[in-house]
């Protein structure tokens, strides 16, 4: 006979939500009542299991003075105590709910307090903790209050019985692992330890306990109806609008109406006998009508982006100015939604939301990935057992935000695949909240959403929704479609969000998107620069997949997201050059024209000649107007390529942009410029060692350019090969398109160069090769010609497949060394790096920079950098002209070098630049997680010729 005890710890695998919390309630500051932050410095013990050590350390008088110390809040591995660990979506310990293993990292955290003396002696008090990984228990002068999971959700107990005015122990024991750990699989670090604030509040007799705002808009009457319930009875003001009601009565008054273009809050209060709490009001509402997600009436785009918490240093723990300055990068980027991946943010971040206007899907802290890697056996969310914890994860999540109106959706969570509790998660929710929508992307034949939501679906199969040619169930089709996550930011990319953009302003059910993610998850690390998975040495990993952002870890923002920026832009700016016409177009939803100035410039070779303002009408939303421009400068050069520039800025400064801040822009070309012309008069000669062309020097053996002028030049020839991006690699279930594997596969990374014929002709040197790979029949019959007029140097290069390609190429141009160089001027695409489906936000003019500055500081190292239509460039003491335009990148390091680096600080500098000059380069796609490039940003093995003109720089 066998039997098991009932242990202290047994609470880890309890599938409960936990036991002594009070019942969740909305999130608010008092006016009046006291706060105390237990924020700071604690006390810090680590043990390797659950059970290694008894609870003595929670009773008073205990002397924890010898134990380490941490920030709370904070994470105990990010901090000296253990390590991180990455995963996306397999559990880092074996599957065997709800069990844990025994090697259970737990901390013990010791905080001892004083009552400000001016604490009350009145009243009770609740110890607040807004968020810990992943299960704690707590103590509060020796007293046990309870335990609870439920990492990103909020937890209260009362304690003003046990509170003493000096000497207060709090202890928290704290465990990495628990039950609660199979229902937060999501793709990010393993983080334990007391990560959101630890707040003492006070509660005085009468106050307010909790509270909903329900704030409703008809955009019929123009009218706003307030209602505020409230456990305890008290009076609603709204001063501005001169509301003074009881809780629990309506009232209708003309309102201004929120909305995240035009985030109208109103200043209220909610007054009890005992407590004053400030309101900030917004009126909207949200309906699903005629098959459309509707705010206020109108139908709504999301241009949105999913956001994790995320700080290099201190992960999770994010602080106020911090989030700020996510919301503002947000805000100046042109987006206007963010889902919250995949748990409710920090509070804070709400708020702000309100105030500067963002919508939010507001999504639950769920998520049981690992489970698809056995066909979703055992699931928690099908398995009844785990319900009351999942419902109390959703009454958490929507009891703390219900008063926010930025909260249009509430999101059950994220791949968890479907069972009976989330379908009991949305019936709780659709009861308590009928005023805002449901979500989830799991559930395609939407049996519990209000909206149709996909991840990653391609191109073709987005235009196809739209059509409502999906097929699915009748109430499927009828709904309206999102996609949740698309446009994959890992490393270089996403490409194809133009492309996207276009489909989702064709059809009226394509409702937008939210680009996966925000932000880089790389950890800051003193030799790797930033750390992403496998660099603390864990078993099991799943690499760079964590660095998937718009904005690298230090909050720079990527191309990517200045590319998304431009694809988003809430004004349409089209222009004809012939007829000096500008078509502006107004995309916003709620939102007038009467905030943006508009300024005209005309540019001569990419240099501004003269410049404007422009008038254009305060158009209302979805209204277009044909403004005409002024005449061109009269002394504009003839000969030379034209064209016009038209930008919309902020008038004047906002809450998130400073006055001429540039929301939106516009290019059209006037006249095409005149292509390189060089006379073929020089004729080659040749000594023992040298050929000679006009400025040029060649190898006499193998014809290859050593000087041009002064400068010196080595290593020409064609090249193919790129450091693979993220998304050329693509992810491990796409198995036949990945083509950075194929491209090493066929051997693109080792062509070999074999020299046919050195021609010196009447007029020109020609050099004959062939490019292949080895191990492969496939090869480029490549012939390059050299004319020159005595001064300038013209190559044509000649580029001829053959055997047959099964693969596109990765880029395709020549390669060369200068001994020296550093600055670069350009007139081409700029000022950021640009591919074929990654051009929308390279604006054509002049620009300059450093050789360094032109890299782009992607965590893993890869393709990066390059420079679109590119007319001419001058580096190193060389001009480069292009016929047709091309692309360019420079570096201090090759290409093999960046391929073979890992982290930033696997590339060191060296005296060389190497420079490419590119006929085409391959498209980028999303293919990390998404689809790869579309057909035509595809680069073919094809015939093709292209040229360059070279001089000496004067």
Known sequence: MSFRTTTAIDYVEDVAPGSGALPPRAWYASSDAKSLSLNGTWRFRLSPTAGAEDDSFAEPGYDAGAWAEVAVPGHWVLQGHGSPIYTNHLYPFPVDPPRVPTENPTGDHVRVFDLPDDWPSDGGAVLRFDGVESCARVWLNGTELGEFKGSRLPHEFAVGQLLKPAGNVLAVRVHQWSAGSYLEDQDQWWLPGIFRDVTLLHRPTGSVRDFFVHASYDHVTGEGTLRVDSDVEGRVTVPALDIDVATGESMTVA?????????????????????????????????????????????????????????????????????????????????????????????????????????????????????????????????????????????????????????VFWSLGNEAGTGRGLTAMAEWIHGRDSSRLVHYEGDWNCRDTDVYSRMYAFHDEVEKIGRKLDGGTRKRRELPFIQCEYGHAMGNGPGGLADYQKLFESYDRLQGGFIWEWIDHGIKHPELGYAYGGDFGEELHDGNFVCDGLIFPDRTPSPGLVEYKKVIEPVGIEGDGADGTVRVTNKYDFADLSALAFEWSYQVDGETVEAGALSVPALAPGESA??????????????????????????????????????????????????????????????????????????????????????????????????????????????????????????????????????????????????????????????????????????????????????????????????????????????????????????????????????????????????????????????????????????????EQLDAARHRTDLTPGDTVWVNLDHGQHGIGSQSCGPGPLPQYFLRAEPAEFSFVLSEVN
């Open 255 to 407: 309102v201004e109406p929120w909305s995240a273009e035009t985030p109208r809050l109103y200043d209220g209060r909610l007054v009890t006998e005992g407590e004053s709490v400030p309101l900030r009001i917004g009126f909207r509402t949200v309906v699903l009508e005629d098959g459309l997600i509707k705010v206020n009436g109108k139908a709504i785009l999301f241009k949105g982006v999913n956001r994790h918490e995320w700080h290099p240093e201190k992960g999770r723990a994010l602080d106020l100015e911090t989030m700020r300055e996510d919301v503002l990068l947000m805000k100046r980027h042109n987006l206007n939604a963010v889902r919250t991946s995949h748990y409710p943010p920090h509070p804070a971040f709400l708020d702000l939301c309100d105030e500067y206007g963002l919508w939010v899907i507001d999504e639950c802290d769920l998520e049981t990935h690992g489970f698809v890697e056995q066909s979703w056996r055992d699931n928690p969310v099908d398995d009844e057992r785990w319900t009351p914890a999942l419902l109390d994860r959703a009454a958490r999540m929507v009891e703390r935000d219900k008063n926010h109106p930025s909260v």
């Open 626 to 895: 044909d403004v005409k421009l002024p005449e061109p400068p009269a002394d504009a050069r003839g000969g030379s390529e034209t064209q016009w520039t038209v930008r919309a800025l902020l008038a004047s400064d906002t809450a998130w942009g400073p006055k001429d801040h540039e929301v939106a822009w516009g290019q059209f070309p006037v006249s095409a410029r005149p292509l390189p012309a060089v006379a073929a008069t020089d004729r080659p000669t040749a000594s023992e060692e040298l050929i000679y062309l006009g400025p040029a020097s060649f190898d006499a053996r193998t014809g290859t350019l050593k000087t041009i002028g002064g400068v010196d030049v080595s290593a020409l020839r064609l090249d193919v090969w790129r450091a693979p991006t993220d998304n050329d690699d693509g992810a491990e279930w796409q198995t036949d398109t990945r083509y950075g594997m194929l491209w090493r596969k066929y051997g693109l990374h080792r062509m070999q160069h074999r020299l046919d014929a050195v021609e010196l002709g009447d007029d020109a040197l020609t050099v004959r090769t062939r490019v292949a790979p080895a191990a492969w029949e496939v090869g480029l019959s490549t012939v390059y010609r050299w004319t020159s007029d005595g001064t300038k140097l013209r190559l044509t290069v000649s580029v001829a497949p053959e055997g047959d390609w099964t693969v596109p190429l990765p880029r395709l141009g020549i390669r060369f060394a200068l001994a020296q160089a550093d600055r670069v001027k350009w007139f081409g695409g700029g000022p950021g790096e640009a591919y074929p489906d990654t051009k929308s936000a390279s604006m054509l003019g002049r620009w300059h920079s450093t050789v360094d500055e032109l890299q782009t500081p992607y965590v893993r190292p890869q393709e990066n950098g390059a420079r679109a239509d590119v007319r001419w460039m001058e580096i190193g003491g060389l001009r480069i002209e292009g016929d047709p335009e091309f692309w360019f990148t420079a570096r201090r390091w090759t290409t």
